[in-house]
């Protein structure tokens, strides 16, 4: 053999061993260093997990009274898998259950869909969980027809029934608190994909909105796992775990049942009150904080839905009705998620800002019907002139001209369309000083923070837009350009990125761009009746164990002091009693035997409804009282309601006289809410039947 053939054989020996060497310490790795990991992912192949859902934690109110709770029903599910492996991918077993259950096929077949299989306008009802658990069409059946379904698997293939816990919102006193408690609902994929930070197991509901998504940590609960091995056939072999559920704490808020029935009734009212007098009024909200401590003693929108329905399963029309804007878009909280011009309400802010700016609030003004700014002549209320009157006296009957010629003279001051670089803007900073644009920090979910057009929001506005202002004739459609839109069009392309006189006189009004939720102005109402300490509104006073034992406290939390000196703040304690004593609130309170202080608002509304109609004015009364020892603001808003005096300050008086058992124009004792004056400051003993005390 010649020396390059025993080369060219070394170097496949070398070659062979090498491949030998490799093989050998794969099956060492696989063996050995890995055997750990590969015998539980072929022992994961072989388990299945039976989970158990633990019973969710209560939500009371202040007193105990229960919000939400769990009952025992009946669920009827059925098995998609199975379900698809018919020839008529489970069709006939569908329709069999649509008719012994009496629901429509068509709610029956869009809650047994994934979501994903759906068109994006077809979903609504669909189901959000996975085909490989299994689906409940309703969890309330007749236990004799549960039965007849368990008895007859040949023809309901699929199909099981199996005793759940309900999550049940009693609705006691006729509270519905939707929009304060939420719901719940089955997993998505997006919460099994452990994005939001948690981990779940597919057969757990958790909450979707409200108090039920924002402490689920804590109502949830842990789950019972029950780990079985099974053979190829699906036969158990052995059970490797078996851990009980643990049911979820229980969430004490300081909601009182009463309030908030009594709140809600009254937006109804005012809901009612406002179509009888010819206005659309097409939703409303009310708030009623502490101004001590923050914290919600009701927090109410109309109209609402009925939280129950996530539970029984939604149809398709109840689906498609929560977001339905004929219906009033009742999915919306209107009280946090809501925004809308708060009028003359605002004036409070603009009593701050011109005192702050050197004006004197104890001397008299001249109140004209109206007052040229450029060439626009802006009118007073209803065009009247009152003479020379007190700023006191201003607030009371709501005059607009007197705020007109300060808002326009401290805009000059500041440079007008050019601004100085050191402008006062006296207005955009007492407006900041109250918070205006920020959110409250609720313990509530998809808050909106509000809109405070100043400067810096004016330029971002217009970086925005310009582009469709300054080709407006070719971007709108031919219903927008009229004479005015199209003028208007016109300046906004040539110096919308500025403050311009008519924006400021309308700001020093609450009209214009700047935008705030009924929740806002409860809080800034609350400031000015607490001595200026702007807190932050809670409604969760405490998580406590089944046994009672309490494993958080939350307690007040301060945000800030509006910007105003103790002389500024007398002024608006006095002003803010003037109104319902003489002024624009005087009808709504007549006779009232609690001294009450607050102030009327109705914002203009720019826009037209879906049937054409131009939009009617939002009525506002933003309150509190008593007037000496305040304990409660109570804000009411009714959207395209009219006149805030006649609409939202009678349905605030309606709350009131809940709040301090008052019936006609005297106090009852025996129906007084609180008779220390002050809610419940210890925590409640928590049972599933607590009864309300005191409720109508």
């Not at 009028?343 to 011109?354: L, Y």
């Amino acid at each position: 053999m010649n020396q390059r053939a025993r080369l060219s054989l070394l170097v496949v020996q070398i070659f062979i061993f090498s491949l030998l060497f490799g093989l050998m310490g794969r099956l060492f790795y696989l063996q050995v260093a890995a055997g750990p990991k590969y015998r539980d992912a072929a022992l994961s192949i072989q388990s299945r997990d039976v989970v158990t859902p633990a019973t969710r934690g209560l939500i009371v109110d202040s007193s105990g009274v229960p919000l939400a709770l769990n009952r025992v029903g009946v669920a009827i599910t059925v098995d998609r898998t199975k379900l698809d492996r018919q020839s008529d991918k489970g069709v006939a077993v569908l329709r069999s259950l649509s008719t012994l259950l009496k629901i429509e096929y068509r709610d029956i077949y869009q809650r047994t869909r994934l979501c994903g299989e759906l068109a994006k306008g077809e979903r609504a009802g669909c189901w959000t969980g996975s085909r490989f658990q299994p689906i409940p069409l309703t969890k309330e059946a007749d236990p004799e027809l549960a039965l007849r379904i368990v008895e007859r698997p040949d023809q309901y293939p699929g199909v099981s029934a199996t005793p759940v816990s309900i999550r049940n919102y009693p609705g006691n006193a006729g509270a519905n608190a939707a929009h304060l408690l939420g719901y719940i609902g089955p997993l998505t994929e997006e919460d099994l994909s452990g994005a939001n930070g948690r981990s779940y197991f597919r057969s757990e509901s958790i909450g979707k909105a409200g108090l039920e998504i924002q402490y689920d940590e804590y109502l949830r609960g842990s789950p019972g796992i029950k780990t079985v091995i099974v053979d190829r056939k699906e036969a158990v072999t052995s059970t490797t775990q078996n851990s009980k559920p643990v049911g979820g704490n229980h969430l004490v808020t300081s909601i009182d049942v009463r309030v908030q029935a009594a709140a809600e009734t009254a937006l109804a009212d005012a809901v009612r009150r406002a179509r009888s007098m010819g206005y659309p009024s097409d939703g409303a909200a009310a708030v009623v904080m502490d101004v001590r401590n923050g914290q919600i003693i009701a927090l109410a929108s109309h109209p609402t839905y009925d939280p129950n329905a996530f539970e029984r399963g939604l149809t398709v029309a109840e689906a498609k009705n929560l977001y339905s804007e004929k219906a009033g878009v009742p999915a919306l909280s209107r009280a946090l998620q809501g925004l809308f011009a708060p009028a003359s309400t605002f004036k409070a802010v603009s009593a701050v800002a011109a005192a702050n700016a050197g004006y004197d609030l104890n001397a008299s003004y001249d109140c004209p019907s109206q007052v040229e700014v450029g060439t626009r002549a802006f009118q007073n209320f209803e065009s009247k002139a009152q003479g020379r009157i007190s700023m006191k006296k201003a607030i009371a009957v709501s005059c607009d001209t007197i705020w007109y010629r300060i808002a326009f003279d401290e805009w000059l001051r500041d440079g007008g369309l050019k601004p100085k670089s050191n402008a006062n803007d006296h207005f955009f900073s007492a407006a900041k000083g109250f918070q205006v644009g920020v959110k409250t920090g609720i313990d509530l979910p998809s808050e909106s923070s509000g809109r405070l057009a100043d400067r810096e929001w004016r330029k971002s506005w217009y970086e925005q837009n310009k582009d469709f202002y300054c080709n407006y004739k070719e971007r709108a459609s031919k219903s927008q350009q009229t004479a005015f839109l199209v003028q208007l069009a016109y300046e906004n392309c040539l110096d919308g990125d500025k403050i311009r006189a008519g924006d400021a006189v309308n700001f020093s009004i609450g009209q214009g761009d700047t935008v705030i939720s009924p929740l806002k102005l409860a809080q800034m109402y609350a400031a000015i009746a607490n001595g200026g300490t702007i807190l932050k509104p809670t409604i969760a006073k405490a998580i406590v164990k089944t046994d009672g034992t309490v494993i958080k406290e939350f307690k007040p939390e301060k945000l800030g002091v509006i910007p105003a000196t103790k002389e500024t703040i007398k002024f608006l304690h006095g002003s803010l009693r003037e109104v319902v004593i003489s002024g624009t609130g005087a009808g709504a309170f007549n006779s009232f035997p609690i001294p009450i202080s607050g102030k009327t608002g109705t914002a203009q509304v720019f826009g037209r409804n879906p049937n054409g109609s131009a939009k009617a004015d939002t009525s506002w009364f933003a309150s509190y009282g008593p007037t000496n020892k305040p304990r409660f603001a109570v804000v009411m808003m009714v959207s395209q309601g009219g006149f805030g005096a006649s609409v939202s300050g009678v349905g605030t008086r309606k709350i009131y006289e809940t709040l301090f058992g008052v019936e006609g124009s005297k106090v009852s004792s025996a129906k007084i809410l609180f008779p220390s004056g002050i809610p419940p400051v210890g925590l409640p003993k928590i049972s599933p039947a607590t009864k309300v005390k005191g409720a109508k």
